[in-house]
Structures are given as structure tokens and as C-alpha cells.
């Protein structure tokens, strides 16, 4: 077997050392884009689910229609599960969270706080404690999180001086005017 050998000059070595890092850092910039513009997709997929989760239950904690409202039952598992006694003791560092909302309108403030609960860190102890909860109830930790959400939403539509029922009175250019 004989072998073979391959010279190329250093200035042409750099020229495809420098493509190569090229089309990587491309390709990169495409995925994350496109795994930016599919996140309204994963969010509404999870809404879904959530509300879905909610309305197959024997008793659901919030109604479907909008405003979304606790039902009795959701109040009495915001007392029971201590989810009420965490986001009042958490309620000045939670309200920071929804700061950034505070000169939009009430269903951008919704639309917030629903997406800070589905992924807010609990303390390791209280999140333990609300999953035995769940289990006990037959009940998910994603309707635990909305019924949670719907309460700190009311307070921080009440700390911000904005009515909840005027969520579905929104102007989805106002979103828009922010990022500009």
C-alpha cells in the first residue's frame, strides 16, 4: 500500500479553516432563530395542555372562559397547598418579575405571569411540598402553577392600578411598540 500525501500552503490551510468557521457560525445563527420564532409554538402547545389538563378534571380549578377566574375548588387548593401563604411571603420579589409589564395592558400582564409560573424556581422544600400536594389532589404540577398564576396575575394587575376584566380589551401593538 503506498501512501499518499497532501500539501497544501499555509495561505490556503486558513482559507478553509475560515469557511469551515463560517458555515459553523452561520448554521448556528439559523438554529437559534428558528428555535426563537417556534417558542410562541412550545407556549401555546403547553396552554393547551394546561387547559386541557384543567377542563378533563372532575372538578377544574379555573374556568375557560376570559377573564380566567379560580374556581372554588382552585381556591381552596391556593389555600390548602400554601401557594397563597408562598406568593404573599415572595410578593415583593415576584412583583419585580412583572415590573417590566407595568406600562402595557392587563393581558400582556396575564400573558407574563402565566409564562414566569410555568418555569418560576420554588424553594426545593415548597416545590416537594406542592408536588405531594398534586399527587394527593390527582392533579398536575402544571394546574397547581396556573392556579398559582392566576392569583399573583390578580395582584399585579391590582398593584399596577389595571382592571382584569379589561384583559381581552388589548392592543397587540402595544407588544409590538416595545420591541421597536
Known amino acids: 500500500m503506498e501512501n499518499l500525501t497532501i500539501q497544501i500552503s499555509w495561505e490556503y490551510f486558513l482559507g478553509i479553516m475560515a469557511a469551515l468557521i463560517a458555515v459553523g457560525w452561520y448554521s448556528s445563527g439559523r438554529f437559534t432563530a428558528l428555535e426563537t420564532s417556534m417558542q410562541w409554538v412550545k407556549d401555546t402547545l403547553h396552554d393547551l395542555k394546561v387547559g386541557t389538563e384543567n377542563s378533563n378534571a372532575s372538578a377544574p380549578a379555573f374556568g375557560e372562559g376570559s377573564p380566567i377566574n379560580l374556581k372554588p375548588i382552585g381556591e381552596v387548593w391556593l389555600n390548602e397547598s400554601g401557594l397563597k401563604e408562598y406568593i ?93
Open 88 to 180: 404573599d411571603r415572595k410578593k415583593p420579589e415576584l412583583l419585580k418579575i412583572c415590573e417590566e409589564k407595568k406600562d402595557t395592558n392587563p393581558y400582556e400582564v396575564q400573558t407574563h405571569v402565566f409564562r414566569t409560573f410555568d418555569t418560576l424556581l420554588l424553594e426545593p422544600e415548597f416545590d416537594d411540598k406542592l408536588k405531594k400536594f398534586a399527587y394527593e389532589k390527582g392533579t398536575s404540577m402544571s394546574i397547581l402553577r396556573r392556579v398559582g398564576a392566576i392569583y399573583f396575575r390578580n395582584l399585579c394587575l391590582e398593584n399596577f392600578g389595571m382592571n382584569k376584566d379589561d384583559i381581552d380589551k388589548h392592543d397587540p401593538q402595544i407588544n409590538n411598540n416595545d420591541k421597536k
